[in-house]
């Protein structure tokens, strides 16, 4: 690639738990593909850095979350946005997704919590 090229390098690589591709998958069948498709979106701008998450930190309702951060997505023009991708780093150019899915109250955190201390 020539160093005038065009082309966007990503910022960081990109990693998904099976557990949170499996989650793209079940909302592509409960949600329709259009959402699953938001949610590869939303990866995809955190790997390129268009969009960072928000930080999250110790919560009352789900633990302790230190070291996530969350994206929220939907399909376009769709307020307020329903749904989340939560990812952490793995060093300095490593994101992995731990899961995707409906915010639904908090269910979304429990789940990533859940998971992070299965060592999904």
Same mark, same amino acid.
């Given at each position: 690639?020539?160093?005038?090229?065009?082309?966007?390098?990503?910022?960081?690589?990109?990693?998904?738990?099976?557990?949170?591709? @499996?989650?793209?998958?079940?909302?592509? #069948?409960?949600?329709? #593909? $259009?959402?699953?498709?938001? #949610?590869?979106?939303?990866?995809?701008? +955190?790997?390129?850095?268009?969009?960072?998450?928000?930080?999250?930190?110790?919560?009352? +309702?789900?633990? @302790?979350?230190?070291?996530?951060?969350? +994206?929220?997505? $939907?399909?376009?023009?769709?307020?307020?946005?329903?749904?989340?991708?939560?990812?952490?780093? +793995?060093?300095?150019?490593?994101?992995?997704?731990?899961?995707?899915?409906?915010? $639904?109250?908090? #269910?979304?955190?429990?789940?990533?919590?859940?998971?992070?201390?299965? @060592? $999904?």
């Amino acid at each position: 690639m020539s160093p005038h090229s065009t082309e966007r390098q990503p910022h960081y690589r990109l990693s998904w738990t099976a557990s949170a591709r @499996n989650d793209v998958v079940a909302l592509a #069948a409960a949600q329709g #593909a $259009d959402i699953a498709g938001a #949610a590869l979106i939303a990866a995809t701008d +955190v790997e390129y850095g268009p969009r960072r998450g928000k930080a999250l930190g110790e919560r009352n +309702v789900t633990g @302790n979350l230190s070291g996530l951060f969350r +994206v929220k997505f $939907d399909l376009a023009g769709h307020r307020p946005e329903r749904f989340r991708l939560v990812y952490r780093h +793995v060093g300095t150019e490593l994101v992995e997704i731990v899961v995707v899915g409906e915010r $639904d109250g908090h #269910a979304v955190y429990r789940d990533a919590l859940a998971r992070l201390t299965d @060592n $999904d």
